[in-house]
């Protein structure tokens, strides 16, 4: 076995408190304050791992700022990220992630750091080293704040860093199975109708927002998705609304998906509200008999 510690490159937090902004500090923020949200991006530079190994265990480490008591009803999340973040990142344009692959933890504790398993994480890193993109942390649940160490800390003891325990693949080359690919699914979903209304004031019925999703799902599978419709308010204020659904492909052939979902947006839309965007999330999770 083989130990690698690799300490985050990059941190940034968002925040609706500055929808067009973000906080980079020697800290990053995590969770719900006065009617605010914080949410902290981490990126690690795994390109100094060697090649073609397996990943035994990855464990993250955040060295706590504030908080220093037990409550482990308080529930913190951490997801792999779709996409990269920069210092140009926002709350307004917030990085998609894989909802599916989360890792929870709970950080209101006395000690002054917080471990969190992240072994399947990482090892998705290891084998497609582009879906990298980061880390995302929150905590949407519960009326706390969690303030760790950022990369930007001048104290380097109190960098997140991530622990990978390693050992040397003697495989070639060993395809994936279906069960683990969260990325692979081949699924897009888009805006096909909107009712907005044009005048005020704002309708007591919902808005209804229709979208398509199309693709294939592979045969003998099943298939877990959940799309989301992101609003922009007129104020600056996001919005996300969901809709989640299951295909079964029983079927020697893949299964094309061409299916429209209405989904409701409440308060409705207004004057001076807009569609963001619309994003998918799936995974499989079993194998269908026929």
Same mark, same amino acid.
């Given at each position: 076995m083989n130990t690698f510690v690799i300490p985050a490159s990059k941190s940034l937090t968002l925040t609706d408190k500055i929808p067009n902004g973000?906080?980079? /500090?020697?800290?990053?923020?995590?969770?719900? /304050?006065?009617?605010f949200e914080y949410h902290s991006l981490l990126y690690f530079n795994i390109s100094s791992l060697p090649n073609n190994i397996i990943v035994t265990k990855a464990e993250l480490t955040l060295f706590k700022c504030d908080g220093f008591h037990n409550d482990k009803s308080i529930e913190f999340i951490i997801y792999p990220m779709y996409d990269h973040f920069s210092i140009y990142t926002t709350y307004s344009r917030i990085p998609a992630a894989d909802k599916f692959s989360g890792a929870r933890f709970y950080p209101i504790i006395s000690k002054s750091t917080v471990t969190?398993?992240?072994t399947h994480i990482v090892s998705s890193w290891i084998k497609n080293v582009s879906s990298n993109k980061g880390m995302i942390i929150s905590n949407m649940w519960n009326n706390s704040i969690a303030n760790f160490g950022s990369a930007l800390a001048k104290k380097k003891h109190i960098v997140p860093f991530i622990t990978i325990t390693y050992e040397n693949n003697s495989n070639k080359y060993t395809k994936n199975n279906k069960l683990h690919c969260n990325h692979d699914f081949h699924l897009s979903v888009q805006i096909v109708n909107s009712c907005n209304p044009i005048i005020a004031p704002v =309708?007591?019925?919902p808005s209804l927002t229709e979208v398509i999703a199309i693709g294939t799902i592979?045969?003998? =599978?099943?298939? #877990? #998705?959940?799309i989301e419709l992101v609003i922009t308010r007129i104020g600056g204020t996001l919005d996300k609304y969901y809709v989640s659904d299951e295909y079964i492909n029983s079927t020697d052939e893949p299964l094309n998906i061409n299916k429209t979902y209405s989904i409701p947006v409440v308060p409705a839309l207004n004057t001076g509200d807009s569609i963001t965007s619309t994003n998918i999330y799936g995974a499989y999770r079993g194998s269908a008999s026929i």
């Open positions: 973000n906080i980079q /500090d020697y800290k990053i923020i995590v969770g719900c /304050d006065n009617g969190i398993d992240i =309708s007591p019925n592979e045969q003998h =599978s099943i298939f #877990v #998705v959940i």
